[in-house]
RNA sequence: GGAGAGAUGGCCGAGCCGGUCGAAGGCGCUCGCCUGCUAAGCGAGUAGGGGAUUACAAAUUCCCUCGAGGGUUCGAAUCCCUCUCUCUCCGCCA
């Protein structure tokens, strides 16, 4: 959500935003509903002030045995209009604050403008793409054949978009988790939390899917719960309603928990093997920093995702993505895409984003610069370092040998203890 | 799940037979005084949000907020209803 008064004063900057986005919103509305709800502040304070000190008297009196019936009778009149101003506020203010809800970031300067994906830039690459002197195969085909993969009968358990796991595949899935949480923790200065998984919507709407993308999530029946969609949410909800030190700033937080999404109008697209699941596990990074700072922390939280490809050693590009491209919430956003030879092209397996001070003011999360001082929206970060699934499909399809079996790099072989290879498994 | 108790400012804690209570007192913190340094002592200050005026500054002023929402009343932290959360005991379990 963006400040009231800012957009108020920011009219043009917001309907130029609105148009790189290529999204909607009636700011004529806007204008009329802000002027409205002012105007009627003015008056109701001013009826409320006098209903404050005529009941102040009203009390003096009282103590002496004056008589009060005429001041009485007067403020319940007083009284009805009040709640009749009152109401009329409440109202304005509701159809004010669903249109604040829809008014989505706006992008950074460096943000590049484009109506879609089309628009997005690469701003560097990793290493190269490995050569191999057989027909590299897809994940899935490699998962199946080597047995680590089960996709039928997870299917049968919960329904399609649901992978099982088998020996060393659930295995180098664990490992993958430990290896990304113990270089976030050791070598970036993150804090490991583990949050809880099932959310209310206060949380939901603090980070902006709700009330705007309620269909992407599964809400628990019967229940005001839903299953994260990512660890975004709960974790950049620890300081909901809060107010930090100065010197609490900034607080990196990393937290692995398995992720749901309903995936709704998804369908048909990327049906195979284990891009788009309605559970999978990540690793994500959060920063609450300071407002001057927001920018090199993104730059530090993608290089920070980055650096799990890098050790990891797999080949994948950055990209910024633009105006028409970017998430409701985000100011600007960088999507590390691996490469997967077997699938035949690069794949996102993080966002990096930075939100600015939207999601800290729906979610009410300010911080002092000095200790008397008025509080401040902190800005808030988040990355994937890393999506697991797609990291274990980039491993296969990237270490994959020409018999089919699957070598572990090096970085990952202490966590499987000491296995160099994957070959096949039958149960 | 059953029975009971409670939710007040950074923390503790009064107020709760309705009337200058945004709120006593203490602790903590900030500034000043005092002191060879520290401690102690003395004085002052110390919630958040939203309006108006204004330069979206300072200053001034007003309104709202005592878990959340609604109600009663001229007037509610104080009375009534609903919800949420916390604690204690019992049951159940990992």
């Known amino acids: 959500m963006l400040d ?25 509305r806007f204008r009329e509903l802000d002027g409205e ?29 004056e008589p009060v019936e005429d001041q009485i009778k007067a403020m319940r009149e007083l009284g009805d209009e009040i709640r009749k101003l009152d109401m009329r506020l409440t109202e304005i203010e509701e159809e004010l604050g669903q249109l604040m809800l829809d008014i989505p970031n706006i992008p950074d300067e460096s943000v590049p403008v484009g109506p879609d994906e089309s628009a997005n830039v690469v701003v560097r690459t990793w290493s190269e793409a490995p050569k191999f002197d057989f027909e590299p195969k897809p994940h899935w085909d490699l998962g199946i054949d080597l047995g680590i993969l089960d996709f039928e009968r997870a299917a049968k358990i919960a329904r399609t978009r649901f992978v099982l796991y088998w020996e060393l595949g659930a295995r180098l899935e664990r490992s993958l988790l430990n290896f990304m949480l113990d270089l976030h923790t050791a070598k970036h200065g993150y804090t490991e939390v583990f949050p809880p998984i099932l959310v209310n919507d206060a949380s ?59 995936e709704a109008g998804a369908y048909g697209k990327e049906t195979r093997g284990l891009i788009r699941h309605h559970q999978f596990n990540k690793v994500e990074l959060v920063k609450f920093v300071h407002p001057d700072n927001s920018y090199a922390e993104l730059e530090r939280l993608t290089a920070d995702a980055e650096s799990i ?38 794949k996102e397996i993080s966002s990096c984003s930075n939100f600015e001070d939207f999601q800290a003011r729906r979610a009410n999360i300010r911080f002092r610069e000095t200790p008397k001082a008025k509080p401040r929206f902190v800005h808030t970060l988040n990355g994937s370092g890393l999506a697991i699934g797609r990291t274990v499909a980039a491993v296969l399809e990237n270490y994959q040998q020409a018999d089919g079996t699957v070598l572990v790099p090096e970085a990952l072989r202490p966590y499987l203890g000491g296995v160099k290879r994957i070959g096949p498994v039958r149960f």
């Open 204 to 262: 939901l709407t603090g980070t902006g899917q709700l009330p705007k993308f309620a269909e992407d999530l599964f809400k628990v029946e019967n229940e005001n719960l839903y299953l994260i969609p990512t660890a975004e949410v709960p974790v950049t909800n620890i300081h909901r309603d809060e107010i930090l030190g100065d010197d609490d700033l900034p607080r990196y937080y990393c937290a692995y928990t398995p992720c749901f999404r309903s």
């Open 309 to 346: 490809l890098q050790a990891l050693n797999i080949h994948y590009r950055v990209i910024v993505l633009a105006t028409g491209d970017l998430g409701f919430s985000s100011a600007k956003t960088y999507d590390i895409e691996v490469w997967l030879p077997g699938f035949g092209g690069y």
């Open 4 to 28: 009231l008064r800012w957009v108020r004063d920011n009219l043009d900057v917001v309907q130029e935003a609105l148009g790189k986005r290529d999204v909607r919103v009636d700011l004529a």
């Open 37 to 65: 709800r002012r105007r009627l502040i003015s008056e109701v304070e001013r009826l409320k002030s006098r209903r404050n000190t005529v009941s102040g008297e009203i009390a003096k009196l009282k103590k002496t045995g």
